[in-house]
C-alpha cells in the first residue's frame, strides 16, 4: 500500500489561509502563545510520529488483529509500545489544563493531530479518542474526588477511558437498559450488567482503564430520564478506591471481542460488570445529560474518520492513476513513448478522484471550523453552543457517509487490485463502514438534527447560521457566489416547508430526515469550496501554482457534478411520506418466510 503521508500543506491552507487561525486565537485572548510558528513545529511532529510510528502498524495490525484470553487482550504487535511513545511525548495532554499536566492548547489544534495520527492508524487512535471523551465528561460533570483520582491519570495518558452505552437489548434506544446501581451506602456504588460494542474496554496500553457507565438506579423513572452515570475504572486503590494505596481488580471483566467486518486491531469488547464498585458522576437519574458531553465529543471525533477514509482514499487513488497505465485516451495517445496512458487521462477516473478530492478536502474545511467554533464554546460564547448542536449531526452524519463513498471509490480506481488486501483500499472500505453505525446512526443523526435542532428550536440556530453564510457573501468570488447564494435560500425555504408540513403530519420529519440531513451536507460544503476557491484565486493573482490551480477546479467540479445531488434530494423530501408510510406493516410481516 502506498506510505502514508501527512497532509500538512493542506492542514496549513485551512487552518492558516482560510480561517485565519492566529486571528482566532488572538480573538481567544491566547495572543501569541499559539502563533504560527507554535503550531507548525507540533503539527510537524505530529506528522512524523504519524508517518514514521503509526502508518507501519496500520495494515499489520489489520492482519494479526486482537487476541483475547480470560486474563485479559493483547493488542497487535507495536501497539502498545506506539502508545507508550504517544504518552511519553505530551501528546494526550496537548489540549488539557496545566493543572491537569496537559498544555492548556486550544481544542482545536488538538483536531489537526488528531487527523493525522487517525489517518496514519484509524484502529489505534479510536482509544486515544474515547480518552479525550472521558476527559471531557470529568472535566465538566465529576467530582473533586473523581478529578483528584481519575481525571489527572486521563489527562496524561497514564489510563484510558472508555464509554459504556450499548447492551445486548439496547442500542441507540436507551430506554431498554438494563445495567443496575446499587447505593453501597459509603459514596460508592455497585454496578451490574453487561456492555458490548466497547471500544478499547479492554488492552494492553495501559494498566488501568476507567469506563464511564451508563446504570439505572432502584425505583428510578422509566425510560432514559431515570438513566444515571458512573465511573467505574477497571482497578481501584484499595477497598473503596479513595485511600491510595495498592490497586486491586474491580470485579469486571470482558467476556469476549467482537469478530469485526473491520477495525481489526482495535477492540471491540463486551464488557461484564459483576457487582463493580462505581462512583456517580453528577445527579441521579440526570446521567444522559452529562453522558452527552462526552457523545458529541465522540461524534465530533468519528467527523473526523469519515475525513481519515476520504483523506486515504485520495493518496491511495491518485498515486495509483497517475502510475498506472491502461488504455488510450479518447483524444488519442497522450503518451506516445510508453505502450499505454496514464489511468489520468480517462475521464471516468478523474471523476472518482475529484469526486474523492471533493470531499476529502471539503471535511477538512467543515471539521476546522466547526474546531473554531468548539474553541469560542468552551470560551462561554452561547450562540457558539448553539452552533455546535446544530452543526454536530450534519458533521458527524454526512462526513462520514462521504467517507464511505470515497473509500469505495478508492477500490474502484484500483480495479481488480483494489479488491486485494496488499493495496490497502479494501481494509480502507471495512474501516470505513463502521463510521455512519456508531455514535449515532445516519438515521438517529438526521432525526436529532431535523426534530431536536430544528424543529424544537424553532428554527433559530439555523437562521443565525445561515446569516453567518450570508454575511460571508462579500469574500465569495463572483464565479461562485449566485449559486451559494440560491443554495442557501433553497436550503432556508425548505426547511421552512419540512417544518409547516412536520406540524401537520408527524411522518414528514421521520421520512425527510435524512434527506434533509444530506442536503444540508452538501449545502454547507458549497459554502466551505465557495471560501476555499475565492482564496485560492487571489493567491492565484500572485502566484500561479499547481496548488490553487487545482484548488480552483475542484471547486468548479464540485459546483457542477456533486452540487447538483442536492436537487434530487430536494424533490424526495418534496414528494412527502406516502410513499415511505403507505405500506401495511402486516403486509411486511407475511412476506418473511
Not at 467527523?303 to 497505465?325: D, I, K, N, P
Not at 442536503?519 to 465557495?530: D, I
Not at 442536492?566 to 403486509?587: C, F, K, P, Y
Request: hydrophobic share 40%.
Amino acid at each position: 500500500m502506498p506510505a502514508y503521508k501527512a497532509p500538512l500543506k493542506e492542514i496549513d491552507f485551512v487552518t492558516n489561509e482560510l480561517f485565519n487561525f492566529d486571528k482566532h486565537y488572538q480573538s481567544l485572548g491566547l495572543g501569541d502563545s499559539v502563533n504560527a510558528e507554535t503550531r507548525e513545529a507540533i503539527l510537524n511532529e505530529a506528522a512524523k510520529f504519524s508517518e514514521q510510528v503509526l502508518a507501519p502498524l496500520h495494515q499489520s495490525g489489520d492482519d494479526e488483529g486482537c487476541h483475547w484470553t480470560p486474563e485479559g487482550v493483547s493488542t497487535p504487535k507495536g501497539f502498545a509500545d506506539a502508545y507508550a511513545e504517544y504518552v511519553e511525548g505530551g501528546w494526550p495532554g496537548l489540549s488539557m489544563p496545566e493543572a491537569l499536566g496537559g498544555q492548556n492548547l486550544p481544542h482545536s489544534l488538538n483536531i489537526a493531530v488528531g487527523e493525522m495520527m487517525g489517518q496514519a492508524n484509524h484502529a489505534w487512535a479510536m482509544i486515544m479518542a474515547l480518552s479525550s471523551g472521558a476527559r471531557q465528561t470529568l472535566i465538566a460533570h465529576g467530582n473533586d474526588f473523581q478529578k483528584e483520582h481519575y481525571l489527572q491519570k486521563l489527562a496524561t495518558g497514564t489510563w484510558t477511558g472508555t464509554m459504556c452505552l450499548t447492551e445486548p437489548q439496547c442500542g441507540s434506544d436507551l430506554s431498554f437498559l438494563k445495567t443496575r446501581a446499587e447505593d453501597n451506602g459509603d459514596g460508592t456504588y455497585s454496578i451490574t450488567g453487561t456492555k458490548i460494542f466497547i471500544s478499547g474496554g479492554e488492552h494492553d496500553y495501559t494498566e488501568n482503564i476507567i469506563h464511564i457507565v451508563l446504570a439505572k438506579l432502584p425505583g428510578a423513572p422509566d425510560g432514559t430520564k431515570g438513566i444515571t452515570l458512573f465511573l467505574v475504572p477497571k482497578l481501584l486503590h484499595g477497598a473503596d478506591g479513595s485511600d491510595g494505596g495498592a490497586l486491586t481488580r474491580n470485579a469486571l471483566s470482558c467476556g469476549s471481542i467482537e469478530n469485526k467486518m473491520g477495525i481489526h486491531a482495535n477492540p471491540t469488547c463486551v464488557m461484564n460488570f459483576d457487582g463493580a464498585t462505581g462512583y456517580m458522576i453528577g445527579e441521579p437519574n440526570r446521567g444522559l445529560n452529562c453522558m452527552f458531553t462526552f457523545m458529541n465529543s465522540a461524534r465530533l471525533d468519528t467527523s473526523l474518520q469519515g475525513l481519515t477514509h476520504s483523506e486515504l482514499a485520495l493518496q491511495g487513488a491518485l498515486t495509483y492513476a497517475v502510475e498506472r497505465e491502461a488504455g488510450r485516451s479518447l483524444r488519442g495517445p497522450q503518451e506516445p513513448s510508453r505502450p499505454a496512458d496514464s489511468l489520468m487521462v480517462h475521464p471516468d477516473v478523474r471523476r472518482m478522484l475529484l469526486t474523492i478530492k471533493c470531499f476529502s478536502e471539503g471535511a477538512r474545511a467543515f471539521i476546522y471550523y466547526l474546531a473554531q467554533v468548539s474553541d469560542l464554546e468552551k470560551s462561554g460564547d452561547e450562540l457558539s453552543a448553539r452552533l455546535m448542536g446544530f452543526l454536530t449531526p450534519i458533521c458527524k452524519g454526512f462526513l462520514t457517509e462521504c467517507g464511505v463513498e470515497a473509500a469505495n471509490l478508492g477500490v474502484q480506481i484500483y480495479g481488480g487490485h483494489g479488491y486485494i488486501k496488499e493495496w490497502g483500499m479494501e481494509q480502507n472500505v471495512r474501516d470505513a463502514r463502521i463510521s455512519t453505525l456508531y455514535e449515532g446512526t445516519t438515521g438517529v443523526q438526521s432525526m436529532d438534527l431535523l426534530g431536536r435542532k430544528v424543529l424544537i428550536d424553532g428554527g433559530r440556530t439555523f437562521e443565525d447560521f445561515i446569516e453567518i453564510i450570508r454575511a460571508n457573501y462579500v469574500e465569495i468570488d463572483a464565479e461562485f457566489l449566485p449559486v451559494l447564494i440560491s443554495q442557501v435560500d433553497q436550503w432556508e425555504a425548505l426547511t421552512h416547508r419540512i417544518m409547516q408540513n412536520a406540524g401537520l403530519n408527524i411522518d414528514e420529519l421521520g421520512a425527510s430526515a435524512f434527506d434533509y440531513l444530506m442536503y444540508s451536507g452538501y449545502t454547507v460544503l458549497t459554502w466551505f469550496w465557495a471560501r476555499m476557491a475565492s482564496v485560492a484565486k487571489q493567491q492565484l493573482i500572485d502566484n500561479n501554482s499547481a496548488f490553487y490551480r487545482v484548488k480552483v477546479e475542484t471547486a468548479n467540479f464540485y459546483f457542477k457534478k456533486i452540487l447538483p445531488r442536492s436537487q434530487a434530494l430536494r424533490i424526495q423530501i418534496e414528494n412527502g411520506s406516502e410513499a415511505v408510510m403507505s405500506g401495511d406493516i402486516e403486509d411486511f410481516k407475511s412476506l418473511i418466510a
